[in-house]
């Protein structure tokens, strides 16, 4: 119990650094960073719910992310409805795309359930560069229109749509921690650990995967319309591509998986190094910034398999001495 | 004119079995996802292309340069980056070689620029085959024949050699193969470096009439995960099978319902094949 | 008179043309101890998988307290009350034991306060109780399969059937796990038990069935199927008097 609250106690300090963080720098570009951390850290956080709790890897989160941007886009667009009412909207297609493709992909194991989801982007992603209602490949620019809450938009400064991020990454981490520690997490981490044995425990494991996939397909969304109005323009090679999947994925297997604590992690690590090495060294053109990342990927995974985490749970294991793994 | 697509997309087929070939050794001996595959078929690609623009070699006399050297680099990848992630937890493995594409791409984007190449001239361009109002194109013929050759040539090494045979028993249990004495270590290193032949083999015939450019093996290798997955991972002769569908439903997709729907008919192929089949068309 | 609890009825189970089980019957009547036995390959764990619902049976019907639950998904079997263990034991490594008997808790007990109740009191019965922190991943072989029926204990069964939960026991362990059988009888949970170590389940058992090559071929009290010519000759003949050298 006493290690919960420590836990507990842990994330609020993180929360306060990362409050905080913004208001020490009127640096426009550390901002962006910032809003860019937050919202990968929070894609990684709601895709750990369905791959780090119920071990099915997702390689096509991207599809709702976009649908997320595309939802709130469109609807202000044609119509000038509110991004905020765009982003309910975008929670519930969401919702519901995901549980429909993910129903039938959950009958596939392993690989073939992660090569699944990426097939499933990947159609989406064709939909809508052919589809001539949301303008197909040209993407949409976003109607620029005076700053306000309702529209979400803010000229002026960074800050309004580093709170939302805030607001929103804060949402869904309390979302995960609420899952982890309920029964879904209970279920979600024994399906992770063993399909068979979960089923003999009384688990529809179908089920659960499903809840999993739903409520995390929600949370991506609302990221994805917060997204596009902090860009103010959207394609599909954009936000459906499968670099923004595979960035999630990379984030939060490099920060540790299964843990609410490694996304952010990872994303902390991540981001910065991303849209730094963008600023500094991508003004060529030239693919530098890529290049150097690339490699420093590879660096982590040959020096620091278990992530990030890994590391620092090796310290506290070994001083806990409780749980000194063994493969036998 | 539908005979004309159907067979188009046979012979594409074939040259994306070759690709499927060399990911799904890797993913059944190691059970691990190459997101590389394809940058190395970009290599290959650019090897070609170099050899040709500085040395005026033809694209099929430099296809054994090419093969070889994205052998060597694979071998080389295995050594030095695989090796250490290939026993790590869950995606770690992902991890690297995704970190390795990105590297490659970008690499390949700051030496030679986003733009597209071409190699005009050689051996096959131009030339045609018509057989009996189907029209052919010299260079797919060449490429799929090239592909099925290199695709019979791995099949039977594996199937006939004594490196072959401990590859496949490594493949299907890494301790037992281990303690018969195999050199899993060699293995390894090897099925990599053949993995990386088939692409070499394949970038070098793909660069007599696909543009070369910085992510032109990002197709091959997407379309390719597909191809492994459909055809049961670590499956040689389903990869071959899953290559010739997956062309061809591309082929037959872009003609009924418009080019821009031809992936989005691939992917849907794939779903709908796993649900009857939920481990590969000779999965069980 | 007891109730019937569990009624296999003909089952047939094939594999493509290799035909695991053919036209098994038997009855397990409520709070009795059942031994399932035969050699190694007489179809035991796959007769377990049609039960339970891993496998849809070819042919046959089982029955659980008089309702069909043929082809039934596995989790809704376990929801009516009847679960099973592993032979090859599944913890759940990376998370701890209590957490896995918890796991197990939240079928009946939705919220965590009455879940972690249940957990603790079978932690408690089943000898975890010290361990409870530990990752199951890292506990012996011994303590594994103890957790395999702590886990399935939470779920509160009213029948539980063990997949060789003593093999690879020493003999300490094997008489604990005998007690521990012995014990979830009184609390009047009904047992299925396969079973290859005859000394440890022949004086707790009620009744014995035995399978081989797929096919039953004696059922009787332990006495009676000890005396059976074919059983004899099937299997028991070289088994039963091998004692103590078992691994």
Known sequence: MDVKKLKFDALVYIFAVIFILPFLSSNANFHHVMIIFLIYAGLGEAWNIITGFGGQTSFGHAAFFGIGAYSSTILFYKFGVSPWLGMLVGIIISTVISAIVSYPCFRLKGHYFAIATLAVAEIIKQIFISWDYVEGATGISIPIVEESLAAMQFHSSKMPYFLIAFGLFIITVLTARYIENSRMGYYLKAIRESHEAAEALGINTTRYKLYAMMVSAALSATFGT?????????????????????????????????????????????????????????????????IIFGALIILVACFEPNGILGLLKKGVGKRRGLYARTDA | MLLQVIFSGILVG???????????????????????????????????????????????????????????????????????????????????????????????????????????????????????????????????????????????????????????????????????GVNTEKIYALTFGISGACVGVAGALLATFFPIYPESGALYSLLAFVIVALGGFGNIAGALYGGVLIGLSEALGGYFLGTQFKYAVVFLIYLLVLQFKPKGLFGW | MQEPMLDVQNVTMKFGSLVANENVSFLVKKGEIVSLIGPNGAGKTTLFNCITGFYKPYAGRVFFKGKDITGLPTHRITAMGLTRTFQIVKPLKEMTVKENVLTGAFLRMPTKKEAEKVAEEVLEMTGLYGKKDYLAGSLTIADKKRLEIARVLATKPEMIMLDEAMAGLNQTEIKEAMELCLNLRDRGITLLIVEHIMEAIMPISDRVVVLNAGKKIAEGSPEEVTNNEEVIKAYLGERYHAKGKKS
């Open chain 2, 14 to 180: 074939f040259v994306y079995s070759l690709v499927a070939v060399g990911l799904t050794l890797i993913w059944g001996v190691m059970d691990v996802i190459n997101f590389a595959h394809g940058d190395f078929l970009t290599i290959s690609m650019y090897t070609v292309f170099w050899l040709y623009t500085l040395l005026k070699l033809d694209p099929l006399v430099s296809l054994p340069v090419a093969t070889g050297l994205v052998f060597l680099l694979s071998f080389l990848t295995y050594k030095l980056i695989i090796k250490r992630v290939i026993n790590a937890p869950g995606l770690t493995a992902l991890l690297a070689t995704f970190g390795l594409s990105l590297f490659i791409r970008n690499l390949a984007q700051y030496l030679w620029t986003p733009n597209y190449r071409f190699i005009p001239t050689s051996l096959v361009a131009d030339k045609k085959l018509e057989l009996a109002g189907v029209i052919i194109g010299m260079p797919q013929l060449v490429a799929a024949v090239g592909s099925i050759i290199m695709t019979v040539a791995v099949f039977y090494f594996l199937k006939y050699t004594k490196t072959g045979r401990a590859i496949q028993a490594t493949s299907l249990d890494r301790d037992t193969a281990k303690l018969m």
């Open chain 1, 226 to 290: 917060l997204y596009a109005q902090y860009i103010l323009y959207i394609d599909p090679f954009m936000v459906f591509t499968m670099e923004v999947s595979m960035k999630i994925v990379l984030l939060s297997v490099l920060g540790g998986l299964g843990n609410i604590y490694g996304p952010l992690i990872g994303a902390a690590i991540l981001i910065p190094l991303s849209e730094y090495t963008r600023v500094y060294l991508g003004g060529t053109g030239k693919g530098v910034d890529l």
